[in-house]
């Protein structure tokens, strides 16, 4: 049955690509008329950055250089 079904739109492209074009204007059409009350709430992205410094010479940060 799939190939059966793939063999159809290898045969016959131009319904596949009219198929491919109409469902992606479907999809514009959606975006368009959905009101933004429908989308979800989006909270905004948090970065934090830690970093620790040790600036002696013979101790990194409480551990001997040896």
């Known amino acids: 049955m ?5 063999h159809r739109k290898i045969a016959r ?3 596949a690509i009219v198929l491919a ?3 992606c204007l479907a999809g514009v059409v959606g975006i368009y008329s ?4 429908q989308y979800p709430e989006i909270a905004p992205t948090t970065i934090s ?3 620790t410094w040790c600036a002696d010479g013979h101790l990194t940060c409480g551990h001997a250089l040896e």
Do not use: D, G, H, M
């Open 34 to 37: 959905l009101p933004i009350s």
């Open 2 to 6: 799939p190939s059966r079904f793939l």
């Open 13 to 15: 492209p131009v319904f």
């Open 21 to 23: 074009i109409v469902t």
């Open 49 to 51: 950055i830690r970093a």
